[in-house]
Every structure is written in structure tokens, then in C-alpha cells.
């Protein structure tokens, strides 16, 4: 007999939380938070839910994204809600810097999308239903419906409260369902780290009165010994052969107790079967079997990324805090080029001229080729508090750690004139096993740094002026983490300038951290 097919999780690796999915025939477009980068909302596209192709950005003009300077990290866009009504794209989703939702609307999901309808309404995770009649309900956290007009935002009715979960703190990501003559409502409680668990209740009407599931929470991760960790907020859609499918969060912990998970929320897949008209998912793991008639994808998941900057565009993957005005950056003034120009910042406050992208992979290498006569540099950032950088300045090369109110320099080198090679390679601490039974096998995982409880990874620079890749330091990883900088993010991945300008010829990422040159 044939092995059945699997599929692998996370379906979209990297800082991409709080997804959101909807259908339309036979593709599947999938949306996630961005908080305080632009642009904003990257959506992907699929045909299988699993090999996932970022398209575009939903909110990627500055007359959509309001993040003035003084934005703060984890700020800025929160969970977003994409739905396809009568031909039309929404996505409705909360900017929290100026306390607004917002909703936008698109013929073709790739965009453009439109200007934003912004209206006031309290809390988060707004989400939209239509009903038979044509009504259009807005769902917010907490939880509370109201029958809006998405052209507007104008409330006609609400809020109307609904069913809040079974009390577990923070019931929010609500979204309504339409099935088999039920309204069902699923939403997520307990918060978004280790207590988060996804519960649900039905009702013959949107008023009510609503029925929880003899079974909830439906899904949980919390206090289960599994590598994928926080399962929550999450949303559902069938395939055409009429499979249900859940979307959803999770974090994917490394290192010793207690564990660090660097990599931010990430983007979850399991199959939902149902039972006496409940929905059955989970657990969730990093292998899944696929349900029986589903073929596995026939396109390998892509890993490995390389910009030559060679196109008229930047690609949508690349991110910038908050803003990333005209005058920061160039892909013209040396073509083949992409270069950066500082506008009076420095890596420790809002403001510097950062091109980055998402870090995807525990164990990774991503080198670029810089040339600068300013200061300039390769930087892996969770903020502006929590960053490593590799930086080139007169003449010299120094990593730099900037830890919560530390900033140090670790390493320095000479560096001659003209273009060099940096790089910045993670290799994650091999998990635990699930039970330690002597203390060599501590010691055997305190890392090459020698610390008695091993970090998630060990984060390395390495500098190539010509004469072969150097390694400048080896930095412990947790401080590049969420346990420790807080926040809704994750790693990123970053070309920088500070002074002057400087040019990249070449950004690569590599899943594997023996992959450079
Ligand atoms: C989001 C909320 C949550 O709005 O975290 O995990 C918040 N869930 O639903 C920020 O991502």
C-alpha cells in the first residue's frame, strides 16, 4: 500500500499571522497582519492551500497605510478578514495606530485595491458575512455584531452581542459561516501565545440564540507536547470537492525549557472533518496526512530566494518599517542595483532606511553583496530595541547587538574599499528530547557558545572582502526572540543604511545555513 500523501506546516513560514482565507472557484487567496512594515497585508494565492505564492500587498500605498513615524513596533495593522461577495474581494481589517478600521475592495486580488472606507467601532478582528437578504454583518472581537454598509461603514444596527467562548480570556478572531442551514461562529480564546485554542457555537439565525460545541475548545495546543505550539485564530473554507480546511496560527518553539520562538506566528493548514454537525480539527503538526482523495501538491515548496534587483519593481516580499519613502530607495540611479539612502535615522529608533524580508526558516543563510561610502549594513531585527547588525563604516566592519537598553559592539575588522560580501547565517539548538535523562544530555545541548541552557539558535556574521568568508560572531539567538522582545512579529531579515547611501547588488536566502559561498 502507498504511504498517504502528507502535506508539511507551516504553510507559509515566517512572521505571517492571524491568516485569513477565502475562495473563489478554484483558488484560494490567504491574507495575514503586518502591524507597523509596509506595505501592508501581503496576500497569497493558491490552488491547493499549501504551496502558497505571495501576489501583491493589499494595502500598499501610503494613501491606505497611516503609520506615521511614532508608530510602535507590533502596532500598526491587526488581524485582517478577506472575503469574496458577488464577484467582489473585501478585506476588512483594524489600523490600531489611529484606532480605525478599514475596509478596502478589489476586482482582482493581486490589486490595485481601493482606498480605504475607515469607520470607528471598539476593538479588533473585524470580520464580514452576508446574509440571504443581502445584509452585510461586521463581527468584531469581544464579540458583537453589527449590519453595516461596507461601502460606507455606516452601522444601521449593533452592536448585537453573540456568543463570547467558554471564558477563556480574550475571545477574539471571530468569523460567521453560512453551512448546511446553521450560522456557525468560530473564535479564537485564552490569548495568542501558549493558551490559545479555537472554540465554536451554531445558531439557526445571525441573532441567535447561539449553541456551543459539546467538544470545545475544538482545538488547543495548550500543555501538549507538540513542536507546534499556540494553535489559534483561525478561519475556515471548503475546497470545490467539498473538504473543509481550517487556517490558522501557531509558533514553533525551539531551544531548552523555557523554549524561544524567533520565527514570529506562522501560518498553519489542517483538514476539518465534521460530526454531528460540529467541526473536528487537529492536533496540528509539521506533518499532516492529507484526507483521503486529496493528491499531495505537485510544486515543491519554495524555499530559496535570490533578488539580483534586476526588475523595475521591488518584489512584494520586501518590507520596510513603517514607511519607505521615495527618496530612501532606487532600483535606477545604478541599474542592477538596489540602492538605499538615509534619511536621518539610526537602527535604535523609527526612521532608518531598512529594505528587508521575513526570516522563514530556523536554519537559514541570507548574504548579500553592499557597496557604501556612508554606514550601511546587514541587520537582523525583531525592533528597534532587538537587532544584531553587520555594519561597514570608514573602513571598518563591526557586528553590533542591540539588547533592550544595551548596545555593544562585539567584533570589528578592517575592510577595504569597493563592494563586500555579508552575511548572517542561523543554526536552531537541536530540540530536547521529550525526556532528559542524564546530564550529559544537557551538556551535549548547551551549544557551541558554551551556555549552560542552549538558546533557540545561534545567530553568525560572516564578512567576505575577497579573500573568503571570515566569521566576525557568533551571537546566542534568544535575544532575537519573542519571549524577550514581546510583541506580535518576528524575525526580519534587513539591508540597511544609516549615513550616506549605499548599494546591494545582490540579496540571497538560502534555507540552509551551510548554503553560502
Ligand atoms: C490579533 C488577535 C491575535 O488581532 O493577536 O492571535 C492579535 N490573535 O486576534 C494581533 O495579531
Do not use: K
Not at 48 to 53: G, Q, T
Not at 280 to 290: A, H, R
Not at 384 to 392: S, T
Not at 469 to 496: K, N, Q
Request: with cysteine; charged share 20%; net charge negative.
Amino acid at each position: 500500500m502507498l504511504p498517504a500523501p502528507i502535506f508539511r506546516n507551516p504553510v507559509i513560514p515566517g512572521f505571517f499571522p492571524d491568516p485569513s482565507v477565502c475562495r473563489a472557484g478554484e483558488d484560494y487567496y490567504l491574507v495575514c497582519s503586518s502591524f507597523e512594515y509596509f506595505p501592508g497585508v501581503p496576500i497569497f494565492h493558491s490552488r491547493d492551500l499549501i504551496s502558497w505564492r505571495q501576489i501583491g500587498n493589499v494595502l500598499d500605498r501610503p494613501s491606505q497605510l497611516d503609520l506615521p513615524a511614532d508608530t510602535y513596533a507590533s502596532r500598526g495593522i491587526f488581524a485582517p478578514t478577506i472575503r469574496h461577495h458577488d464577484g467582489v474581494f473585501y478585506l476588512v481589517t483594524t489600523n490600531v495606530r489611529i484606532w480605525r478600521h478599514l475596509i478596502v475592495t478589489a476586482t482582482d486580488p493581486a490589486g490595485p485595491w481601493s482606498e480605504p472606507v475607515y469607520f470607528q467601532l471598539p476593538l479588533i478582528d473585524p470580520s464580514l458575512t452576508w446574509d440571504d437578504d443581502g445584509n452585510c454583518w461586521l463581527t468584531l472581537a469581544g464579540t458583537s455584531n453589527y449590519r453595516i454598509d461596507p461601502a460606507t461603514g455606516e452601522v444601521f444596527e449593533g452592536p448585537i452581542p453573540l456568543w463570547s467562548g467558554t471564558g477563556g480570556q480574550y475571545p477574539e478572531s471571530p468569523h460567521l459561516y453560512r453551512i448546511g442551514g446553521w450560522w456557525y461562529l468560530l473564535l479564537s480564546e485564552g490569548g495568542t501565545h501558549t493558551g490559545h485554542a479555537v472554540s465554536v457555537a451554531r445558531s439557526r439565525s445571525v441573532r441567535g440564540p447561539w449553541e456551543p460545541a459539546p467538544a470545545n475548545p475544538i482545538l488547543t495546543h495548550r500543555g501538549l507536547q507538540r513542536p507546534i505550539q499556540a494553535t489559534g485564530h483561525a478561519d475556515l473554507v471548503d475546497d470545490p470537492s467539498g473538504n473543509w480546511w481550517m487556517v490558522l496560527l501557531g509558533i514553533r518553539p525551539r531551544g531548552q525549557w523555557p523554549p524561544f520562538h524567533v520565527l514570529g506566528r506562522e501560518t498553519m493548514l489542517a483538514p476539518v472533518r465534521w460530526e454531528d454537525g460540529w467541526p473536528v480539527v487537529g492536533p496540528v503538526d509539521e506533518e499532516m496526512v492529507l484526507p483521503p482523495g486529496v493528491a499531495a501538491p505537485t510544486v515543491p515548496a519554495a524555499l530559496d530566494v535570490r533578488d539580483d534587483f534586476d526588475a523595475d519593481r521591488l518584489d512584494p516580499s520586501w518590507i520596510s518599517p513603517r514607511s519607505r519613502p521615495d527618496e530612501s530607495w532606487s532600483l535606477t540611479d545604478r541599474p542592477g542595483w538596489l540602492t538605499l539612502t538615509a534619511l536621518g535615522s539610526t537602527l535604535d529608533r523609527p526612521g532608518a532606511t531598512i529594505v528587508g524580508r521575513r526570516q522563514q526558516h530556523h536554519d537559514c543563510w541570507a548574504g548579500v553583496r553592499m557597496e557604501t561610502t556612508g554606514r550601511a549594513g546587514l541587520t537582523l531585527r525583531i525592533d528597534e530595541a532587538h537587532h544584531y547588525d553587520l555594519e561597514v563604516s570608514e573602513g571598518t566592519a563591526r557586528v553590533w547587538a542591540r539588547i533592550g537598553p544595551l548596545r555593544q559592539s562585539v567584533a570589528e575588522c578592517a575592510v577595504p574599499d569597493g563592494p563586500v560580501d555579508l552575511a548572517v547565517t542561523a543554526r536552531s539548538a537541536d530540540p530536547l528530547p521529550p525526556t532528559v535523562t542524564s546530564a550529559e544530555q544537557f551538556t551535549e545541548r548547551s551549544g557551541p557558545l558554551g551556555i549552560r541552557a542552549a538558546g533557540p539558535d545561534t545567530v553568525t556574521f560572516t564578512l567576505d572582502a575577497g579573500d573568503g568568508p571570515a566569521v566576525l560572531a557568533a551571537l546566542d539567538g534568544r535575544y532575537l526572540s519573542t519571549e524577550v522582545a514581546a510583541g506580535f512579529t518576528g524575525r526580519v531579515i534587513g539591508m540597511y543604511v544609516t549615513e550616506g547611501t549605499a548599494a546591494f547588488d545582490w540579496f540571497d536566502y538560502r534555507a540552509q545555513p551551510d548554503a553560502g559561498p
